[in-house]
């Protein structure tokens, strides 16, 4: 059988020295590339363990040293042998320990009796890659925590049937006021004003019957200051405990549909002041043309007609002197908003 050729770099603990040579011609029927280092004593181990220059990938551990054995061997073996997997070897008379030592912290148990070559590489493998499974799992789980906790928006966890908080981020006890543990005794009808509740089970509905994971929704929130906010919701299917669950993203366009509904009334504005121009003011201007033209015809007729004429052109002048007063009303309400 072809050796393995990554390099491992591996301690065993074991004040047998019979012991140690069998169990290191094992590793070497199965490994090329070996470096192990024995410790006949706990303190030669600690001293191992402390020492920066040394990184072990795996500690093969015999219960009885002279120095310490036992739990407290075990126990204080794993905690300086920090994220390296620690497989205990035990004899007949100490296999229901060596059980024990599993609950303890310890990745294996090896009965010395029972050791070969392909038995020892397969706890090797097994244990080195199972500890680096649970690191990798672990830096999974406290990045995802990172990025929940740390994210600006609000975002709430939910369960899919009774639509329980069960939990928030730190984000969504800032904008809603609340303490964490008011938000997880809340469901998702206490964000809602009362005018929103009734609408909260039909959209839940349509949205996991759609089954849409980029759905997005506008509705409003209640915050414990009773202001309500407009949010826009991003929903979507998480695990928790094995078990789906709701998860919303929370983004407060408040703002925005202000600055939207303001925009959008000045565009009324203008469309009304577009339609006066075009229309109303029109016709005095037009009335006005006409007037002037009547003057020009009859300047040679009499004086009575001319001054009923300047009556005429006075009340239109005066009409459209009023219109453009109201557009410019106008437009000078719309420059207040802004």
Known sequence: MAKDEEHYHILVVEDNIGDFVLI?????????????????????ASNYLENAEYQFDIVFLDLSLPDKSGE??????????????????????NLEFGIRSLALGASDYLLKDDLSP???????????????????LKESRSKFSDLFQLNPSPIIVYDLETLKVLDVNQATISKYGYTREELLSKNLFDFRPKEEADKLPQAEEGFWEKNISNDQRITRHIKKNGEIIDVEINPAIVKINSKDAGLVLVNDITENLKYIRKIEEQNDAFKEIAWVQSHVVRAPLARLLGLVNLLEVSEDEGESETNDLLEYIQAA??????????????????????
């Open 24 to 44: 290191e011609e094992y590793l070497f029927d199965s490994l090329l590339n070996l470096n192990t280092k024995h410790a006949e004593s706990f303190k030669a």
């Open 72 to 93: 407290e061997l075990v126990l204080d073996i794993i905690n300086r042998a920090v994220g390296i997997p620690v497989v205990v070897l035990t004899g007949f008379s």
């Open 118 to 136: 392909a038995i020892l590489y397969k706890s090797l493998l097994y244990n080195i890659q199972r500890v680096k499974f649970i690191s990798e």
């Open 317 to 338: 002048a005066l009409e459209l002197d009023k219109i453009v007063r109201d557009i410019n009303a106008k437009a000078e309400k719309i420059s207040s908003r802004e």
